[in-house]
C-alpha cells in the first residue's frame, strides 16, 4: 500500500515538442500542465497572461495552429508537434504588424494586461475575415475581457488595420 | 521651442506593450522562489479553538506555517491602522479572512497543505445589514468596540456633518421639497493582474519586495511597522501595475510574502487566484443615501438634506475617508445656498470596503444626478436648464467651505449637448461658468 | 418588446487628496550625452503617469522629446509620490516635475555661465541649448555641457523638486469645515438606451461622455481614460453586484465567470468622447486629474434613459434586468413611478 502510494505520488512526466513562433521548443511536463503553465513557468514566455485561469478572461489567449484558443484551458500534451505562436511572435525581424502599430496609434493598451491575449485574438479575427464589421468584431472579441476600457480604441485599430490591409 | 503639453501622444511603453516585452510582477522568477497560500475563514464570523499544522507539514514539499505569531512589529495596517496582516487574538471578522500561510514548494503543494489544516473553528452570529447593526443589541463585528458604528471624530463622534447655511431656513424658503432613497451595491476592482507579490532577501540581506501598489510610500511605510524594519532595510519596488481601480490602494500580498521571507529565508511569489482577489480583497461597498432638496418653481434650488449611511465590510479599509469625501460632494456641483449632510460608517461581517474608481463619489453622485432629474420632473423642467441654472460658478461654495475656482460645469454641457445632437436654448447656450447673469 | 430612451446627467470629480498631505517629488539629471533622465515616484496603473510626466519634463527643459528617459520604477533612489489614487497625479506630479526643471535649469544656466564667461542673467537656455541672450550665436549645447561638467569638470548636474497642495488638514466636527481647496473637474453624460421589456436587459445604444480637465495634458490618453471609466461605470450601474442578495451573503459571486463585468458586446457601438478645457489656477497649465470621474458619469445617465424608456425611476445600482423587470412589474400592478428593492429595510429606519 505505502509502495503504491508512493508511486502514485511521482508526477508521471513527459517531454512535449513544439513549434514556438516558429521555432522548436521542448519542455518537462506534468499531465496536468495547461499551454499557459508550460509557456510561463517552463519557458519563460511571458505575454500570454494568468488572468484568470478558468478560460473567462482571454488574457492567455495564443494561437494554435493559427487559432486562437486560451492557453488557461489547453491541456499541454495536446500541443505536441503543433505550431504556437504568441505576441513574443508577432513581430518579423523587429518590425511591428500593422495591427501592433494600430494598437498604438489608437491607445488600444492602458495597462496593458489584456493587452497580448487582444492582439493574438485580433490577428485571429482579420486572417478569418479580413474586412470585418464592427458588430463582428464585437462578437469575436467579446471573450478578451479589458477592465481598463479599451474596447472602443481596440476596435479602431482593428478597423483600421483593415482598411489599410485593402 | 518644443511643446508637449498637449499634444496626443502615444503610451511611452506602448511598443514595449504591444510586443510582449513589459514585465509585471507575476513575471518575476527567483532562483529557489516558492509558493505562498493562505488559509482563510470559512465562516462570516468565529473564534478559533484549534489550528493543527502537524498533518500539513507532512505533506512533501511543505516548508511550513506562518501565523500572527511570527509578525515581528504591529499586526495592522492600513490607513486607519485596524486591518489585521493575519487574524489577531484568533478571531475571524469576514468569510476569507486570512488566518496563516503556508510556504511550500509550488501551488499544488500548497493547495494540498491547507487542506490537511485541521481548523476548529467556533461560529459566531453575524450581521449583514448595516441597518440592524447600528442597532443597540445588535453583534458586534468587533469585540472590543461600544457599537458598530465608527467613530469618526475620537472620542466618540460616529457621525459625519456638513454643514452650508441654514437647511430648515432652506426648505422653508422652497415651492417643492422633493425626496428619494437610493442605494448602490457591492463591486470589485477586478483589475486584470490579481494582486501578487515577489519577495526575496538580496546580497545585502535587505528584504526586497516586487509590489503592484498604487501607493508605494504608503505602504512602505506600513509593512515598516508590520516588520518592525526601518525603510533602508526594505527595497520595494514597484510602479508597473496590471491595472488597480484602487483596489491596489490597501496592501492585500506584501506583508505575508514579506512574512514569509524573514521567517524561512526562501524567496517567495503570492499571487491571489481570480477567486481570492474576487472574493476576499477590499470592494467598493455598499451604501444607503436619503435625499431631499428645496427648490424654487423656477429651477433654483434653495437646500438639500442628505443622509448617508455606509457598509464598510469587517474592517475600516479607507472607507472613512471616503464617506466623508461622499458626504462633501454629493450635493454635487450645484450651488445650494443651504446644505445639511450626515453620514456614518458601519460595521458588518463582510469583506473590507475601501477606495474604488469614483471613490464613495460615485455612491454620492448617483443618487444625487438620479434625484435632480427626478427634481427636474416635479418641475416639469428640462434637466438641462436645470442643472444650467445652478450649476457652480467661479467663486460659488462648496459645503466645506472651499470656493470654486476654475468652474467648468457649463462647458462641459454645452459640448455634451453639441456632440449628442441635442439643441440647447439660446438662454442656455449664453450662459458661462464665469458668473451668474440672471437670466 | 424594446423601448428606447435618452438620458442625462452632470457629475463632479475632486482631484487631489482632500485634507492635503499630498506630495510628489521628482528628479532630473543631465547626462554625459546631454540627454536627460527624469525619474518619478508615480505609479503607473494603466493611466499613463509616466508618459504624460515626461511630455511635462521635455517641455519644461525644452528639449526634444526624444532625449528624454523617464522612469517611475520605485527603488532606492526614487522620489516619492503619495500614490496613484485620487485622481491626484495630474495635478500634483507636474509640478513636482517643474520644480525640478527649474532647479536643473538654474544649474545649467550657472554652469554655462562660467564656460562662457558671461553672467549668469544673460543666460538663455532653450531647445536644449544655453546661449548668451545679447549674442545666441555664443552657445553650448545640453551635449557639450552634459560632456564638460560631467567628464570634464567632475559636477553633478541635478535638479530636484517637490510639491503639494495643501498641508494636512482635518474637517471641524461639528461644521464638516475644511481649510482646503477642492480641485474639481465636470463631467457631462448623454446615454441612450434600449430596454428590453420582457427580459429586462438595458442595452446602452450610443454614449457621449465629456470631461472638463483644465487642460488635457496628452488628449489621447484623456480619450482613453473617459473611454475606459464607462467599463467600470457600466458594470457598476446595470451589472456588477458581488452579492447580488445583498445584505444578504448567500449566492455571493466566487469566480469571474459568474461576475458579469462588460464587454466588447456590451459597450455602446456609438461611443463619443469630448475634452473642455477650462484651465484651473493651481494645475500646471491649468491641468487637472479627472480619470476616476469616468466611471460615475455614466450611471446616472443609463438610469435616467431607462426612466425615460419605461417609466420607472429605478433607485438602486446594479439596476440588474431582474430589477428592471421587478419595477416594471411593479409599475404595471400598482402604477409605481419609483422602484427600491429594498423597501423591507427601511422598517430598520424607522
Ligand atoms: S487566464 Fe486564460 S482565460 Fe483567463
Ligand atoms: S489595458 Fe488594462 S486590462 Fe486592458
Known amino acids: 500500500m505505502a509502495l503504491f502510494a508512493e508511486e502514485h505520488s511521482i508526477p508521471m512526466t513527459h517531454i512535449l515538442s513544439f513549434q514556438l513562433n516558429g521555432a522548436p521548443v521542448q519542455a518537462l511536463v506534468k499531465p496536468s500542465d495547461s499551454l499557459l503553465d508550460v509557456l510561463r513557468e517552463k519557458l519563460d514566455v511571458t505575454s500570454p497572461k494568468r488572468g484568470c485561469d478558468s478560460g473567462d478572461c482571454g488574457a492567455c489567449t495564443v494561437l494554435l495552429e493559427g487559432k486562437a484558443v486560451r492557453a488557461c484551458l489547453t491541456c499541454a500534451l495536446t500541443v505536441e508537434n503543433k505550431q504556437v505562436v504568441t505576441v513574443e511572435g508577432l513581430s518579423q525581424d523587429g518590425k511591428l504588424q500593422p495591427l501592433q502599430e494600430a494598437f498604438m496609434a489608437h491607445g488600444g493598451s492602458q495597462c496593458g494586461y489584456c493587452t497580448s491575449g487582444m492582439l493574438i485574438s485580433a490577428t485571429a479575427l482579420l486572417a478569418k475575415s479580413p474586412h470585418p464589421q464592427r458588430q463582428d468584431i464585437a462578437q469575436e472579441m467579446s471573450g478578451n475581457l479589458c477592465r481598463c476600457g479599451c474596447y472602443e480604441e481596440i476596435t479602431q485599430a482593428i478597423l483600421d488595420t483593415a482598411r489599410k490591409g485593402e | 521651442m518644443n511643446q508637449y503639453i498637449g499634444k496626443a501622444m502615444p503610451r511611452y511603453d506602448a511598443q514595449g506593450q504591444v510586443t510582449g516585452k513589459v514585465r509585471y510582477v507575476d513575471d518575476i522568477k527567483v532562483p529557489g522562489m516558492k509558493c505562498v497560500k493562505v488559509l482563510r475563514s470559512p465562516v462570516h464570523k468565529g473564534e478559533i479553538r484549534g489550528l493543527d499544522f502537524s498533518r500539513a507539514l507532512k505533506v512533501p514539499g511543505v516548508v511550513g506555517f506562518v501565523t500572527a505569531q511570527d509578525i515581528p512589529g504591529k499586526n495592522a495596517y492600513g490607513r486607519f491602522q485596524d486591518m489585521p496582516v493575519l487574524a489577531p487574538e484568533n478571531r475571524v471578522r469576514y468569510r476569507g479572512e486570512p488566518i496563516a500561510a503556508v510556504v511550500a514548494a509550488d501551488e499544488d503543494t500548497a493547495l494540498e497543505a491547507l487542506s490537511q489544516v485541521r481548523l476548529d473553528i467556533e461560529e459566531q452570529t453575524p450581521v449583514f445589514d448595516m441597518f440592524e447593526a447600528m442597532q443597540p443589541d445588535a453583534p458586534l463585528v468587533r469585540h472590543d468596540s461600544k457599537s458598530n458604528l465608527w467613530v469618526h471624530y475620537p472620542p466618540d463622534i460616529t457621525e459625519v456633518t456638513m454643514v452650508k447655511g441654514q437647511m430648515d431656513e432652506g426648505m422653508n424658503q422652497a415651492d417643492q421639497v422633493i425626496e428619494g432613497r437610493y442605494s448602490t451595491g457591492v463591486q470589485d476592482h477586478a483589475p486584470m493582474e490579481t494582486n501578487v507579490s515577489v519577495a526575496y532577501r538580496d546580497e545585502m540581506g535587505r528584504l526586497v519586495i516586487h509590489t503592484v501598489s498604487q501607493t508605494i510610500y504608503a505602504h512602505l511605510g506600513m509593512l515598516c511597522a508590520i516588520l518592525a524594519m526601518p525603510m533602508s532595510r526594505i527595497r520595494f519596488i514597484g510602479g508597473r501595475v496590471g491595472g488597480a481601480f484602487g483596489g491596489k490602494n490597501d496592501i492585500h500580498t506584501d506583508h505575508i510574502a514579506a512574512l514569509a521571507v524573514l521567517k524561512f529565508g526562501h524567496p517567495v511569489k503570492y ?70 449632510v450626515t453620514a456614518r460608517t458601519i460595521f458588518t461581517n463582510r469583506p473590507i470596503s475601501s477606495s474604488m474608481r469614483g471613490f464613495s463619489v460615485i455612491n454620492g453622485q448617483i443618487a444625487s444626478e438620479i434625484h435632480m432629474n427626478r427634481v427636474a420632473e416635479a418641475l416639469g423642467m428640462d434637466p438641462w436648464e436645470l442643472r444650467f441654472t445652478n450649476a457652480w460658478r467661479d467663486g460659488d461654495q462648496g459645503v466645506t467651505g472651499y470656493k470654486v475656482r476654475g468652474a467648468g460645469a457649463l462647458e462641459a454641457m454645452k459640448k455634451a449637448a453639441e456632440l449628442a445632437g441635442i439643441k440647447l436654448p439660446d438662454k442656455l447656450m449664453s450662459m458661462s461658468s464665469r458668473g451668474r447673469q440672471a437670466s | ?261 462588460p464587454t466588447f458586446m456590451d459597450y455602446p457601438p456609438e461611443l463619443i468622447h469630448g475634452i473642455e478645457e477650462v484651465p484651473h489656477p493651481m494645475g500646471v497649465k491649468g491641468a487637472k486629474g479627472f480619470s476616476e470621474g469616468s466611471a460615475t458619469a455614466p450611471g446616472p445617465a443609463i438610469i435616467s434613459a431607462i426612466h425615460d424608456a419605461v417609466g420607472v425611476w429605478i433607485h438602486e445600482v446594479p439596476a440588474t434586468p431582474e430589477v428592471v423587470l421587478r419595477a416594471l412589474d411593479a409599475k404595471e400592478h400598482g402604477g409605481a413611478t419609483d422602484y427600491w428593492s429594498h423597501q423591507d429595510r427601511s422598517a430598520w429606519l424607522a
Open chain 2, 271 to 340: 499571487r491571489l487566484s481570480r477567486e481570492e482577489d474576487l472574493q476576499f480583497t477590499t470592494k467598493r461597498g455598499a451604501f444607503v443615501l436619503d435625499f431631499k432638496t428645496g427648490v424654487k418653481n423656477d429651477g433654483r434650488l434653495t437646500a438639500c438634506r442628505i443622509d448617508i449611511w455606509h457598509d464598510t465590510g469587517a474592517y475600516a479599509g479607507m472607507s472613512p475617508y471616503g464617506l466623508e469625501k461622499c458626504a462633501m460632494f454629493a450635493p454635487g456641483p450645484y450651488d445650494f445656498p443651504h446644505i445639511k
Open chain 3, 1 to 261: 418588446m424594446k423601448k428606447t430612451g435618452v438620458g442625462m446627467c452632470l457629475v463632479l470629480h475632486p482631484t487631489g487628496r482632500k485634507g492635503g498631505g499630498d506630495p510628489s517629488q521628482a528628479i532630473i539629471q543631465l547626462k554625459p550625452d546631454g540627454s536627460l533622465f527624469l525619474k518619478v515616484g508615480a505609479v503607473d496603473l494603466g493611466q499613463g503617469a509616466l508618459t504624460m510626466l515626461r511630455q511635462v519634463a521635455a517641455e519644461a527643459m525644452d528639449v526634444d522629446i526624444a532625449t528624454v528617459y523617464a522612469s517611475n520604477r520605485s527603488d532606492d533612489l526614487a522620489p516619492l509620490s503619495a500614490g496613484s489614487a485620487a485622481s491626484r497625479v495630474t495635478l500634483v506630479d507636474p509640478h513636482a516635475v517643474m520644480e525640478a526643471a527649474k532647479d536643473l535649469r538654474a544649474k545649467i544656466a550657472a554652469f554655462a555661465a562660467h564656460r562662457l564667461e558671461i553672467d549668469v542673467e544673460n543666460v538663455e537656455l532653450a531647445d536644449g541649448k544655453a546661449f548668451a541672450k545679447d549674442n545666441p550665436h555664443h552657445h553650448m549645447t545640453f551635449a557639450d555641457i552634459g560632456m564638460i561638467a560631467n567628464l570634464g569638470e567632475g559636477v553633478i548636474l541635478v535638479g530636484t523638486g517637490a510639491w503639494q497642495p495643501a498641508p494636512v488638514q482635518g474637517h471641524d466636527p461639528e461644521t464638516g469645515y475644511l481649510d482646503q481647496e477642492s480641485v474639481i473637474s465636470f463631467g457631462c453624460c448623454v446615454a441612450e438606451v434600449a430596454v428590453d421589456t420582457d427580459t429586462g436587459e438595458v442595452e446602452v445604444t450610443k454614449l457621449v461622455q465629456v470631461w472638463e480637465v483644465g487642460k488635457a495634458i496628452n488628449p489621447l490618453m484623456v480619450k482613453q481614460q473617459i473611454n475606459g471609466g464607462l467599463q467600470i461605470g457600466m458594470g457598476f450601474a446595470l451589472r456588477e453586484n458581488l452579492f447580488p442578495h445583498y445584505p444578504d451573503p448567500a449566492h455571493g459571486i466566487e469566480s469571474l465567470a459568474d461576475y458579469s463585468m
